[in-house]
């Protein structure tokens, strides 16, 4: 009962997290077509050069280190050393906001230099703005380090929250007034990223200050060995050794992005296809993995809430409750990742053609099975780096991109795979990653995959709902033919026919539901009225 109970506590952190990001990824799909509507394609592009330094600054200052504070707070904790995790905490947030300053800085000196360097001189208004951004993201590491180290995952959730509605409404409210003047409307596009970070940053201070967890962290367990008096040196190496194998692995699609983009291009030359095509090819390939990631907001949730609670379980020797944790978030993958592939298998060109016009859908089939996939190798990750087997869960990350690199190199110089290889080799890259990822949890934790009790239901329902977006699809082509309208159609009949489906072969639980922050007590009472609930 009590690992139950341990393990709703976890997986509701997670469910809070992906609720965020929905919203965030709702927010961020308007954001850019209402400013390319004011200043047009020309200023989106005049912003692009400074929103990927940014990143790549982001990558190198940030990447990792919550997740790095996180863990090691959470261990702390764990151990009942509480005045060490407050030490963490504050070697920590000195070491992030120099690094930060610094880079801000640096950031800042390099604004004109980087501009000319993209032959975009007038973007160095884009870089500036951006500058500050680097200083605040250190910033707001540290608290959602601190919180989720807590496994305290609603401060971080509404900091998304925040943080992207302040993005999104304040950078067209900017754009609006200065649009008339372009270098000035696309830096504005890169203002709200600054200030949607810095709106964050407030919302954390305040709810630090007004709970200041830390202040009553005083005291350390008889017999623990307390991080209290551990030289500065020491904790610094501590969290390095977690964040950088992270930041590698937050370059590894990316990594795959940018092979994908050289490899198909040069490849489809070399077969004589003409240079406007390869590039349609390519946009098509970028196009589809943007829509095959959505369902991953959730794994990538389950990956911030598995790291904490993991590492907290091995640090107290609970091994079974780490195994029970660790099931619980592949019963919620695999209960959203199947029926997410299969409706991208049976339904790619509708979901394709919801957003993008084009022949892109040709390749959003073939590149179905890579969401399971990786879904399966983000939520094993995080059990891995939870218990401390980073460099094995990038190893095995790395040897994936291997292994999709050299078959997307392969089979698109097939002309009868042409781009549609490249798909097939990210599916199978991301197969081995996921299959040594979860090799290494038996290996190490002792965990085996239940698919008869945890994907069974899921994929029956999956089933029934691809029979059911394949008999809608020819109703509705028949009638409206391809197009936005009946691929959102579709995609609606879809959603409804599997929600329906997994209620009706038992597949949902009591525990499932609480899982869902304010679901109404209505609806627990008509779903049991109906026999559609599992206690």
């Not at 920590?92 to 801000?104: D, H, I, N, Q, T």
């Not at 095959?292 to 079974?320: G, K």
Request: charged fraction near 10%; proline fraction near 4%.
């Amino acid at each position: 009962m009590q690992a139950n109970s341990q393990a709703q506590s976890f997986m509701r952190g997670a469910m809070l997290i992906t609720l965020a990001q929905l919203v965030t990824k709702a927010l961020g799909a308007v954001h850019r077509p209402v400013a390319q509507s004011m200043i047009g394609d020309e200023g989106l592009a005049l912003a692009t050069p400074p929103s990927n330094a940014y990143y790549i600054m982001l990558a190198i200052s940030s990447v990792g280190l919550n997740v790095a504070i996180s863990r090691l707070v959470s261990e702390r904790l764990a151990l009942e050393d509480y005045r060490g995790a407050r030490r963490v905490f504050q070697v920590a947030s000195r070491m992030l906001l120099v690094s930060g300053a610094v880079f801000s800085i640096l950031f800042a000196f390099m604004a004109k230099p980087l501009a000319a360097y993209f032959h975009m001189p007038e973007s160095w208004l884009g870089f500036a703005v951006l500058a500050p951004a680097l200083f605040l993201v250190s910033a707001l590491c540290i608290f959602r380090g601190l919180y989720q180290g807590m496994q305290q995952m609603q401060p971080s959730a509404m900091s998304q929250v925040v943080e992207q509605i302040a993005r999104v409404g304040i950078s067209l409210v900017l754009i609006a007034i200065v649009s008339h003047q372009l270098a000035w409307g696309a830096a504005a596009f890169n203002a709200g990223n600054t200030i949607g970070i810095g709106m964050a940053v407030l919302y954390f201070l305040w709810v630090y200050m007004k709970e200041r967890p830390t202040e009553h962290w005083t005291t350390t367990a008889p017999g623990v060995e307390s991080y209290d008096h551990a030289p500065v040196g020491l904790l610094l190496r501590k969290i390095l050794s977690i964040a950088a194998p992270l930041a590698l692995m937050g370059a590894v699609l990316p990594i795959m992005s940018l092979a994908d983009s050289k490899i198909v291009i040069s490849r489809l030359l070399s077969m004589g296809v003409l240079e406007s095509v390869a590039k349609e090819a390519q946009a098509w390939l970028a196009n589809a993995g943007a829509l095959r990631d959505l369902p991953t907001i959730l794994t990538t949730a389950l990956y911030v809430s598995l790291v904490p609670a993991i590492a907290e379980s091995f640090m107290t020797r609970q091994i079974e409750q780490a195994r029970y944790r660790t099931a619980t978030a592949f019963r919620l993958t695999f209960m959203i990742g199947l029926p997410a592939t299969v409706a991208l298998l049976v339904a790619g060109r509708d979901v394709y053609n919801v957003l993008y016009r084009g022949n892109g859908w040709i390749v959003m089939s073939p590149l179905a099975l890579s969401c399971l996939f990786m879904m399966l190798q983000q939520t094993a990750s995080g059990a891995l780096q939870g218990m401390g087997m980073i460099w094995v869960s990038v190893r095995n990350m790395l040897i994936g991109v291997g292994v999709k690199i050299a078959l997307s190199y392969w089979w698109t110089g097939i002309p009868a795979l042409a781009e549609r290889g490249a798909a097939y080799g990210t599916d199978v890259g991301f197969l081995v990653a996921a299959a040594l990822q979860l090799w290494a949890l038996w290996k190490y934790m002792g965990f085996k995959l239940n698919l008869r009790a945890d994907a069974l239901k899921p994929l029956l329902a999956s089933g029934i709902m691809g029979v059911v977006l394949w008999l809608t699809g020819l109703a509705l082509h028949a009638v409206i033919g391809y197009g936005r309208l009946s691929g959102l159609l579709v995609v609606l009949v879809g959603a409804a026919t599997y929600g329906l489906a997994i209620l009706a072969v038992g597949g949902v639980t009591m525990a499932d539901i609480g899982l869902i922050p304010g679901f109404p007590q209505r609806g627990v009472d008509l779903l049991r009225r109906y026999r559609l609930l599992r206690d």
